[in-house]
């Protein structure tokens, strides 16, 4: 495999940075996953506008511009002759001194990863999830905002832990003020009285390109209204359907949460449709590689 690090291209043997680099003694950094079907990037417009917005977040200068890394990206997946892939995208603040001070760092480090997806196991599509809410919080916004595709995802890995430790793949994460968030690294949508409902980015969450392109999606498609609003656990237990998005998830249903069967505890029949029209979407849209 050959990893794009700092402008060149290097063997995955030699794809090393520094002990030094801030990314990895602060987890100072932005990052992004990105998806390749049949030949063609979904949606890496989007990917890289929330890149730099992530980095300008966290006052970080990206030594490439969006069309220099548009490039970059796609030469990544040229040179591993991928058509379907997943793309990591990372940028640190680079190599300083042993201190937090971001000012030591002179230049960004940027290193990029094609390799094949590893798929999720089918029955998470047809049999749905089963999960939990971790009794960790999502990161409250004032401190990092979950707006921030940031390296530190440490919070969000305890609750990973939560989940498998209870035997689920996933956990629901409620913001500081008890409303539900999002997951570990997807987002959550729930569906009543025929209207489906996201939090909004205002509940602190990582503004998902699926949970965009699905809410598109539900509205060109279903013609059905889409309201960002925040809800509670209660409002999961109680709903007809509900389903996660990501980029490595794509959409997924969810049949069970704490022990409550969500709607007929079997994967609602509009999440089933949304499925289908994700995939069609995925397969038919995105930058040519
Ligand atoms: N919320 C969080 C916290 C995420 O990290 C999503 C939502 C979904 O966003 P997109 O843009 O992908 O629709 C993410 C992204 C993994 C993995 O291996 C997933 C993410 C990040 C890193 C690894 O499942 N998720």
Not at 37 to 61: P, Q, T
Not at 66 to 76: H, I, S
Not at 101 to 126: H, Q
Not at 154 to 180: C, D, Q, T, Y
Request: glycine share 8%; hydrophobic share 40%.
């Amino acid at each position: 495999m050959k990893i794009y690090l700092d402008g060149k291209f290097v063997e995955q043997k030699d794809a090393k940075i520094s002990v030094f680099d801030h990314g990895l003694l602060y987890g100072d950094g932005v990052f992004e996953g990105i998806r390749a079907y049949n030949g063609r990037v979904f949606r890496l417009k989007e990917h890289l506008d929330r890149l730099y917005n992530s980095a300008r977040a966290i006052m970080l200068d990206i030594p490439l511009n969006k069309d220099e890394m548009e490039k970059a990206v796609l030469d990544t997946i040229r040179e591993n002759k991928l058509k379907d892939a997943y793309v990591r995208l990372v940028i640190t603040r680079g190599v300083g001194d042993l201190g937090l001070d971001p000012d030591k760092c002179p230049k960004a480090t940027v290193f990029i990863i094609a390799d094949k997806i590893s798929l999720y196991p089918k029955e998470y599509y047809t049999k749905g999830l089963d999960l939990i809410t971790a009794s960790t919080k999502r990161n409250i916004p004032d401190a990092l905002n979950p707006c921030v595709k940031s390296l530190n995802y440490l919070n969000n890995i305890l609750a990973k832990i939560e989940a498998k430790r209870a035997g689920s793949p996933e956990a629901i994460m409620l913001n500081p003020w008890g409303f539900v968030s999002e997951c570990t690294g997807d987002n959550i949508f729930i569906m009543n009285n025929d209207m489906f409902i996201t939090p909004p980015t205002s509940a602190g969450i990582l503004e998902g390109i699926t949970r965009n392109a699905v809410i598109e999606l539900i509205r060109s498609k279903f013609k059905m209204n889409v309201k960002e609003s925040l809800f509670t656990a209660y409002h999961i237990y109680t709903a007809k359907e509900c389903f996660l998005t990501g980029t490595a998830a794509e959409v997924i249903p969810v049949v069970k949460v704490d022990g409550r069967a969500i709607g007929s505890g079997k994967p609602g029949k509009n999440t089933l449709k949304l499925i289908e029209e994700f995939r069609k979407l995925t397969q038919s849209t995105g930058t040519p590689i």
